[in-house]
């Protein structure tokens, strides 16, 4: 835990210069920590057998985090031209995601939905706000959302394909339920992307995906 704690730490430092000397913008920033840090978290399942070490740390790093908020630094994750509680959520929803997993004794049940928030919510940050071009706003019944079309598609069509390589692995077989069920877990994971607001998608999105496990898997 400590070694983890001390690797996480580093990154936010090394994020922090690379935004400084750089002069990077914030979402850049933001959505590269979102991406290394989640990712890192895939071992988790290997690494503790206790949910306890899980929510030391998930308490230690909110507890950086909103102290820093209105601070000098870190901010290369607080620079943002929008309202989000996303970075604040994010230690939650590692936790309650671990610790489904671990009431449930199933690995499976961390790792595919943190690979889809590691992966395909910065990836649909990134093109939704940098490509403007032919990338408008999505609405609904009127109502104008955060997100864009662009950004959606590339949500659902990489949460699919992480899905479909997830479940082959999982699985060891390609067959009809693998491709139903990588789907819907991308249909359900974007439509949670879709609708959340202020950084809520961090909490709905593993969430969405883990639902879709628990019930079909």
């Not at 933001?30 to 399942?45: D, E």
């Not at 950086?64 to 509680?85: A, E």
Request: proline share 2%; net charge positive.
């Amino acid at each position: 835990m400590f070694i983890f704690m001390t690797g996480i730490i580093c990154l936010l430092v090394f994020n922090e210069m690379v935004y400084r000397r750089l002069d990077l913008k914030g979402e850049i920033t933001r959505k590269f920590a979102h991406f290394t840090a989640t990712l890192s978290t895939i071992v988790f399942p290997y690494l503790f057998e206790d949910h306890w070490y899980v929510l030391a740390m998930a308490v230690f790093f909110f507890i950086i985090l909103f102290i820093s908020r209105n601070g000098t630094q870190l901010k290369s994750i607080h620079d943002i031209d929008r309202k989000s509680v996303g970075s604040y959520v994010l230690p939650a929803a590692i936790y309650l995601t671990f610790l489904v997993s671990l009431l449930l004794e199933n690995k499976f049940l961390f790792i595919l939905p943190m690979l889809i928030l590691a992966i395909c919510d910065p990836m649909a940050g990134v093109l939704g706000l940098n490509l403007k071009k032919n990338n408008y706003h999505i609405r609904i019944n009127g109502i104008r959302l955060e997100k864009t079309i662009l950004g959606t598609l590339s949500f659902l069509v990489s949460s699919f394909l992480i899905s479909i390589v997830a479940l082959y692995f999982h699985r060891l077989a390609i067959d009809l339920k693998t491709f139903w069920l990588a789907l819907l877990i991308g249909f359900s994971s974007t439509l949670a992307e879709l609708l959340s607001t202020k950084g809520f998608d961090n909490l709905l999105i593993p969430l969405s995906v883990i639902l879709i496990l628990i019930i079909f898997l």
